[in-house]
Each structure stands twice: as C-alpha cells, then as structure tokens.
C-alpha cells in the first residue's frame, strides 16, 4: 500500500488530501460549538449542521460535470484556494449580530468541498492507472481520510476550548492553502473531455451511463442502503456508549480502536480487492460488518466492545475500498467525475437519512430495537449486493499501462534526492 507514495505526483495528491481533510475536521465540532456559545439556541446549532450536508445534495450532480469538464487539478487546487478566505469569514462572526455569517461560510466551504471530492476522485486513475496501484492508492486515502477524520474533530475541539474560534479558523485555513500548494506542484495530465455540451445534456449523459451500467446501479443501491445503516448506528454510538459502557470517554476508546483496524485493513483490502470479485469483496465485507456492529452494540463489557469495535475497521475499509476502485475501473474516463458525484450524491442523502432515522427510532422502540434493525438493514444492503452485483467485472486493460507502469519504474529504481520518480 505505502508503495504507491513513490510515485511523486500522487505523494503530493496525498499530501494535500491529508491537509484537506484535516482543514475540514477540525471545523466539524469547533463550528457548532462557537454557534452555540454565542446564541445559546440548540436550533441555531442543529442549522448549522444541516447547512454543512446542503451543498452536496443540491450541487451533487452538478460537481460531476465541473469535474468532468475543466481540469481536474486546476479544480482542486482553486477549490481549496476559496476556502482560505471563506473560513476566515468566521473570525467576524462572535457577537449574537455578527454570528449569521456562520451559515453562508459553512455553505460555500461545503459547495467547495463538494466540487472538490469528485474531482479528487476522478483524477486518481488519471495519476496512478487502474492496476494494482490504483487500489492502494484507494486504501492509504481510506484510511488516511478515517484516521484524519476522527482525530481532526476532537483537535478542533480541543483548540477551541483552550485559544477559541480564531486558533481554529487559523489552523483550518493553513490546511487548505497547503493542501492546494501542493497539488500546484502536480504535473498537468492530459484527458479525453469529450464534446462540449450543456450542462442538462453533460447531466443526462451521466444519468444515462449509470442506468446503463449494472455495476454503478448495483453499487449505488447497496451501497445507499449500507450507508444509511451506517450512518444510522454512528449516531447511536454516543448515547450507547453513555449509557451502556460507563461513559463518553469509553466512546474515545471504541473510536480508537475502530482507527486501528482501518490501519490494518487498508494494506489487507488492497489483496482481498485484487484477488477476489467485486461482489465477493464488497458483499463479504458488509456482512462482517453487519456482524462487528451486532456484537459491538450488544457487548455489555468494554473489552467485548473493544474488540468488535477493531475487527469491524477492517472490513469496513475493505467496502470503501472495494466500492470505489470497481466505480474507477468500469466508468469511462470522460463520465468519472459525474459517476463519482453521483456516489457522493447518495452518500449524503444516506447519511442524512439514517442520521435522523437512528435516533427517531431508538426514541420511539427503544436503543436496543434501533441498533438492531440498523445492523439487520447493513446485512440486507450485504444481500442487495449479492443479488444485483455482476459476479465477474473485468478490468479495462486499456488505462493501465500509465499509472502501472510510474510504479514499476519507481519501484526498481531508487527516488533521487529532489523527491521526484
């Protein structure tokens, strides 16, 4: 897995994703945190949350085909670029007048994002192939992505406790100006764009290639249910770990230990998803899920927990890695961008969805009944998967021999001394 580091565009891709989301998590909880010492209003924080997940589903679609159509790098690297002076805006919102300009900052740094992560996406094959380095790469951004994630959101709020909002919104932008620093340091690379159309056309081009496509149909079924549980049995996992496991610190604990089998299964999916099928990988790793979660959310010890809590990392990373290197090898060049919007698309919509879901039902059946049906839904998105994913997806030969062939070269000589392959 760490082998694809060698190749210097991609190390440099890495690095700026690594600041990106580093940038975005550590605003996660600072931000509702500020809205709510300065209003004092549980409502104005909750807006503040559902701002976040807007862009996304309204500009979802869209991000597709911007990413499609302009240069993938160029895209990025301006997208972080605009984040710089849109967090920034936050520092002028600490009196009850001023802190409404929360809410147009979360907004254009959430449409940022969203434009963002397509385009990242889409320019991965681009930069690596879609051989073997293709799926490594997918697993160091998993997994660098989850481990940033769940340390970025306590530092954020660690920092906003001790200095404030200013030392967050401070440490936030000087991760997106590094992030979009280095991918100006990337080399351009050349793409077929196809023809220029409008953007209702450039839209159903990609509606049409995921109705066409059993693949991406199958993928995003599933795959849309998997989240919603998903997303269902994380926001459960506060009040569980309160009230059954003595605490919030031993929620820390569960988090923690999840980190550690991401760490692990990010070089062990990179096998499981060159060896076996996509449905095989993806369907497996769901039910381990499924399983991991059931046993984590019934244990009425801390170790029982603990230890469901670190096996579920590791077929979790498997699915997200499975899922998303199958969408860059069967989507053509010129549609990846649309089709990786589209996944993103749903992702949110799901997240959404079980995030409210989860907790209603836990409020009207009771925590028991909701985290078992959450986990019950993950083992029916398993079955979905089974049913409607094509047993044997080939590999398209064609737009492997770039990146395949950066690795290879990198890999039987060493890197010289400015860094580069």
């Known amino acids: ?3 694809v580091l060698r190749m210097r565009d991609f190390r440099l891709l890495w690095v700026a994703r690594l600041n990106a989301t580093l940038a975005a998590g550590l605003l996660v909880v600072a931000v509702p945190a500020h809205m709510y010492a300065v209003t ?9 949350l559902a701002v976040e997940y807007l862009p996304v589903l309204v500009l979802g679609p869209f991000a597709g085909v911007v990413a499609d159509r302009w240069d993938r790098r160029r895209l990025m690297a301006g997208t972080d670029l605009v984040r710089v002076p849109v967090v920034c805006l936050l520092l002028f919102a600490r009196t009850p007048e001023t802190v409404w300009l929360v809410y147009p900052a979360v907004l254009a740094e959430g449409a940022a994002a969203t434009l963002f992560r397509p385009a990242a996406q889409a320019h991965t094959p681009a930069v690596v192939g879609t051989g073997p380095a293709l799926t490594g790469a997918n697993a160091l951004n998993a997994v660098t992505s989850g481990t940033v994630g769940l340390v970025a959101a306590p530092l954020g709020a660690a920092l906003f406790a001790a200095f404030g909002i200013g030392a967050v919104v401070t440490a936030s932008a000087a991760g997106y100006l590094a992030s979009a620093t280095a991918i100006a340091f990337t080399r351009p690379y050349s793409r077929d764009r196809g023809p220029c159309r409008r953007v209702p ?3 159903r081009d990609g509606l049409s290639h995921l109705r066409r496509s059993p693949v991406a149909r199958a993928l995003l079924a599933a795959g849309g249910v998997y989240l919603a549980a998903n997303a269902a049995l994380t926001a459960m996992l506060v009040p569980f770990g309160v009230t059954y496991l003595g605490g919030g610190t031993n929620v820390g604990w569960l988090l923690s230990a999840l980190s550690a ?3 692990l299964g990010a070089p062990i999916s990179r096998r499981i998803v060159e060896r076996f099928s996509a449905r095989t990988a993806i369907g497996c790793g769901q039910i381990l899920v499924a399983g991991a979660f059931c046993v984590m959310f019934n244990a009425r010890s801390m170790p029982v927990a603990l230890i469901a809590a670190f096996l579920l990392g590791i077929p979790g990373v498997t699915v997200l890695v499975a899922v998303q290197t199958w969408v860059q090898r069967t989507s053509p060049a010129a549609l990846l961008g649309r089709v990786s919007a ?3 698309t749903v992702e949110a919509a799901a997240t959404v969805l079980g995030a409210f879901a989860g907790p209603a039902l836990s409020e009207l059946a009771g925590p028991p009944v909701a985290l078992n049906a959450a986990c ?7 079955v979905l998967t089974f049913c409607l994913v094509p047993g044997s997806l080939s590999r398209p030969s064609s737009t492997v021999a770039h990146g395949d062939r950066k690795m290879t070269e990198s890999v039987r000589r060493p890197a010289r001394s400015d860094g580069s392959t």
Do not use: D, K, Q, V
């Open 1 to 3: 897995m760490l082998r």
């Open 40 to 48: 004092g209003s549980a409502l104005a924080t909750g807006l503040t």
């Open 201 to 203: 056309a450039e839209l």
């Open 261 to 263: 089998g991401f760490l």
């Open 342 to 344: 589209a996944f993103l």
């Open 376 to 382: 019950a839904t993950t083992l029916a998105a398993a």
